[in-house]
Every structure is written in C-alpha cells, then in structure tokens.
C-alpha cells in the first residue's frame, strides 16, 4: 500500500514524539500455553504523556506454524455489546486471516471523521500494520480475508477515517482474546503501540459538513473516504509538505465527484475514489 502524505506527515511526527522504545515484549525461554490473557489494556506511557499520540497497550500471540486457531475479538467500552472472531492460520511465511464480526454501529458514531473499520495486526515491537477494511452491512456485520508475513501479533480493530491509513486511531472498538484453551503452543507478548487521538481527525481547517461525510448522503462510501482523506491532507498541512501528492489526490477526488454526479459506472467511480484516497 502506497505511504499517503497526511500518513507521511503523522509518522514523522510519531518518530519525533517517541524518545523511548515503544514496545515492551515480556516473552519466556520456552513455549507455553498463553499467559495474563486478562491483563488490563488502555494505560498511557509516562515517556509519551507529551506526545500527539495516545499510548495503549494489547496482548501479542505467537502463533506457532502450522497450525489454525479461532481468536475470539473483544469489545472494548466503544461498543461493548459488538463481538468477533478471527480464523488464524499459519504456515510457512506468514499467516492466513479470516475475521468475521457482528454488532457494530456505524463508524461515524464516534464522530463525522470516521467512515470505516479497518483491522490491525501489530508486531511485537508495536508496528502496526494495515490488514484490510471491514465494511459493515445494516445488520452490524462484517467480514475480511487476508493475509500478513507476520507469525507474532496483536489484532485490533479501529473506526478510521478510511481504508488506506497506516497508523490505527483511538477509537479502538474490538481487540484479540489470548485464550489458554487456544489450540497449539504460543507464547503471550505483551505489546504496547501508538495510536491517532481524535482531535488529529476532527476539523481544522476545512469544517466537516453532515451531508458530505456519510450522515445523510447517498453517495458510495469510498466517495466519502475520498472527500474525508483530502480535508485530513489539507489540515495536515500537506499543501506545503506534500503539495505533489495532495494535487493529484485532489485531481483524483475532483474526477471521482464527476463520475458520480454524471452518474458514470459504479466501478469507475471506485477506482478513482480509491487513488485519491491512498494519494491523499
């Protein structure tokens, strides 16, 4: 996936936020049944207290290979009567994802910055990584299917503000279950990572407008990821940071609208929306 500029922007200012290690791996010397699956999650690194981005902490598992194991996805407080599962499976090179959740409420929920689902797995010394979009039908649910090089990982789902975003936000609403009854022998990481507080979303230069970003339109849900990750780009300042990417992003975004107001194919309109999105 192609690093956007707004994403570009928030990394650079992650990087020189953190002064300490972001990851805390408390592994033991042999394999073992998961351990601490209850360990409370949510507590702020001091080194961080005046850093842009809000620090949380999960629970890893590395899977051993070769085998399937069914994670269950919690709630958190966000939305604590939603649920999910995740079919993990390993092999040789990576791991095999299929994650199936229900009960979710729209993303915008938590504010009109937010459009979508999308889940994580962070690596044991807090990376995170992209896994895919869930795009919730009217019941609450959700399904995806992928794939990720990692063996050892924490799963998490946020709302976001669109597909393409390469740093989770806060509004983290399920998170991986390490089970002792899990299947195989894994050992428990305890991984702490950074997230993208809400304020970062919210407007600041561009208002956010209810019948733009998904309230009351009827426009396709990528048109709205589209018009959200432009105005995030422009309140990250990406004009003078990123001014090549964000033009063509707005160029894309700007095709993306006519095709739709021409009422063009549904495909075409996708296409673009999506380019816009991971150019913004």
């Known amino acids: 996936m192609n690093s956007s500029s707004r994403d570009a922007i928030l990394s650079i200012a992650l990087l020189l936020a953190v002064s300490a290690p972001a990851f805390c791996w408390q592994d033991s010397s042999q394999e073992q049944p998961v351990l601490n699956a209850n ?25 051993r290979q ?44 938590f504010g009109l910055a937010y459009l979508t689902y999308v889940l994580w797995g962070i690596s044991p010394q807090g990376q995170p990584t992209n896994l895919g979009e869930l795009v919730v039908d009217k019941d609450g649910k959700a399904m995806l299917k992928t794939t990720t090089p990692l063996q ?8 976001e503000p669109d597909f393409a975003v390469s740093i989770p936000s806060e509004q983290v609403v399920l998170e991986n279950y390490a089970d002792p009854k899990l299947k195989g022998w894994v050992r428990s990481i305890d991984v702490s990572y950074h997230l993208v507080p809400r304020s970062q979303y919210q407007e600041q230069v561009q208002p956010i407008e209810k019948g733009v970003y998904g309230t009351t339109t009827k426009d396709p ?5 589209a018009r959200n990750a432009v105005r995030i780009a422009k309140d990250a300042q990406a004009a003078e940071y990123a001014a090549t990417a964000l033009q063509q992003a707005q160029q894309q975004l700007d095709r993306a609208e006519d095709y739709n107001t ?17 150019s913004a």
């Open 152 to 159: 050892a990982f924490a799963m998490i789902l946020t709302a």
């Open 221 to 225: 849900l990528i048109l709205l990821q």
């Open 262 to 278: 021409r009422k063009q194919n549904k495909n075409a309109i996708t296409t673009v929306a999506r380019e816009a999105v991971q």
């Open 39 to 63: 360990r409370p999650t949510g507590q702020p690194n001091p080194d961080q207290s005046n850093s842009n981005f809000v620090s949380r902490t999960t629970q890893a598992i590395n899977y």
């Open 66 to 109: 070769g085998t399937t194991n069914d994670v269950e996805l919690r709630p958190t407080a966000l939305i604590p009567d939603a649920k999910g599962k995740a079919k993990v499976q390993t092999r040789s090179g990576g791991s095999d994802i299929e994650a199936r959740v229900e009960k979710l409420r729209p993303a915008n929920t």
